[in-house]
């Protein structure tokens, strides 16, 4: 069955730092892949989408890197901050089966210190 | 800019209650969708409309329905709920045409006792 794994346990990092979360998948070939942003109660907010054939995308401190050989993405945060401290879930879209519904992961929770 | 709206926020029922959750959508989005999402999990998704039709389903119980209207906002029903009910429900709206990208709502934090 499809699955995505997200890094359950929580990634600490110092303010400044560059953040690097993983999401591996498997028995899935999608065509589009998701970065969310969730904070505790409130719903999911869409940050970046990458295509099946683009390797890497960029959004401001944000970059999202997309391996389909590996079945793996990389989510970065450069410079982080404090207010970067959420949970963050990736979401994968299309091909397999056909939907585009997105499938979330659990996500994983960044603490960035001050 | 206009966002999601879900009412309730908050709900109490008790088991074998009925619920009913309301979304009201991004305006001239046309894509609504709901899901549950239970502590420490993903988000799961339920059902999906596309101008006022079903046009996605996942796992929604036999119990609950879901339904757009005409002015676009849309309901979920569940019945007969139980106490693995509770959970955060959110809708999500989106343009068919609009990449993929789905603008969620606060959400309905239900608790079913």
């Known amino acids: 069955s499809q699955k995505i794994e997200q890094n359950s346990e929580a990634l600490n990092i110092q303010e400044g730092k560059t953040a690097t979360l993983t999401c591996n998948y498997t028995n899935y070939s999608p065509a589009y892949l998701q970065w969310y942003r969730q904070d505790p109660g409130r719903g999911p907010v869409f940050l970046l989408l990458?295509?099946?054939?683009?390797k890497e995308k960029r959004k401001e401190r944000l970059k999202v890197t997309f391996d389909t050989t590996l079945k793996q993405s990389l989510f970065h945060i450069t410079a982080s901050q404090p207010a970067d401290s959420a949970t963050y879930l990736c979401a994968l879209l299309g091909r397999s089966g056909g939907s585009y519904i997105p499938t979330f992961g659990r996500g994983t929770s960044l603490i960035v210190h001050p | 800019a206009a966002g999601v709206i879900q009412s309730p926020r908050h709900l109490i029922k008790e088991k074998r209650e009925t619920a009913t959750l309301k979304c009201y959508p991004i305006p001239r989005h046309d894509t609504v969708y709901w899901y549950q999402q239970g502590p420490g999990q993903d988000p799961q998704f339920l059902i999906s409309?596309?101008?006022?039709?079903?046009?996605d389903k996942g796992s929604i119980p036999d119990r609950f329905s879901a339904q757009q209207f005409s002015d676009y906002h849309s309901e979920l029903n569940m019945s007969s709920l139980e106490l693995g009910d509770s959970a955060l429900y959110f809708c999500a709206s989106s343009q068919r045409d609009g990449y993929y990208e789905q603008y969620f709502g606060p959400g309905t934090r239900l608790t079913v006792t």
């Open positions: 409309f596309y101008e006022k039709m079903q046009s």
């Open positions: 990458i295509r099946e054939n683009e």
